[in-house]
Structure formats: C-alpha cells, structure tokens
C-alpha cells in the first residue's frame, strides 16, 4: 500500500519502494504530534542533507492514532507548514484515513521505516528519542556505506 499520486501535497511524488533504485526512509508523522515537529521532523531534514540524492526521503502525514480531519481542513495547514515554517527539501503525503500507517504496523508517530533499493523493509522504528535516531543513523549508515 502507497500514497496515490494526489496524496502528495509537496514536490513530486514518490513511486513505491519496490521500484526504488536507492534505499529510502519514510517518517509517518502528524502536526499534532509534538515530538514528530520538534524532533523527528529536524531529524529527518538533517538525515536528507547528510546523504543528499543516495536517499529516498518521504513524509507521510498520518490520521492514525490522530484526528480524522477533513482534506480541505488538513491541506492548508499542513502545506503552509512544509512551505513556509519547516520548508522541507523533500516530498510529504496524506494518510487522511490513516489506513496506510495502519497498513505498515506503525505505532505511532513519529514511526519510520527504512527500505533498501528495491523495497525490501529493512527496519520499522517508532518514536524520536535518541536511542531511536541513532539506530536509524548507523543503520543508514550501514546501508549506504558512510561513516556515521
């Protein structure tokens, strides 16, 4: 299960990890969620800039565990949050049903999951926390080949 091409709100969209020539990291994530804005939102915009075009990098706004808004109540919010607050270097998607979190067994939010190239997942990691970063460093590190 993947976003469907109006599900993404901000740059382009992303094809689904089984066609996915570089492994990628997904963060499940929702504005509500204080740690998915103070920690794992920056921590994912710093995972982009270190590894640059080796990584697919994704942001999938999700309603599980959330409110279940409306399109038309999320979308303006959350694309001036991506824009204009955040400005986020990579594309970010809806879950308004939350079905597809649902979908991949997240916990929560912030929840990610780490493919390789060719959509194999790797890892599913939920929350924010030190000890959760820097599992997910050293195991990007790992997959890309770079000293973490």
């Known amino acids: 299960m993947w976003p469907d091409v109006d599900d993404f709100v901000w740059q382009t969209p992303v094809i689904k990890p089984e066609n ?4 990628g990291i997904v963060m ?3 504005l509500e969620c204080a740690a998915c804005i103070s920690r ?3 921590f994912l915009k710093r995972l982009s800039k270190t590894y640059g075009n080796k ?3 994704l942001a999938i706004h999700t309603a599980r565990g959330h409110r279940r808004l409306p399109r038309e109540d999320v979308v303006p919010t959350l694309t001036h949050f991506v824009a204009e607050f955040a400005r986020l270097p990579f594309p ?5 049903s939350g ?13 990610w999951l780490v493919f ?3 959509g194999e997942l790797l890892r599913s990691v939920y929350g924010s926390q030190e000890n959760a970063q820097t599992r997910l460093e050293y195991l990007l ?7 973490a």
């Open 20 to 23: 996915w020539a570089k492994p």
């Open 28 to 30: 499940f994530f929702n």
């Open 40 to 42: 794992g939102i920056p």
């Open 55 to 57: 990584l697919n990098v």
């Open 92 to 96: 970010v998607a809806l879950d308004l």
């Open 99 to 111: 079905e597809l979190a649902e979908n991949w067994q997240t916990e929560g939010t912030p929840h």
């Open 116 to 118: 390789t190239a060719g």
């Open 141 to 147: 590190a790992e997959l890309l080949e770079t000293p």
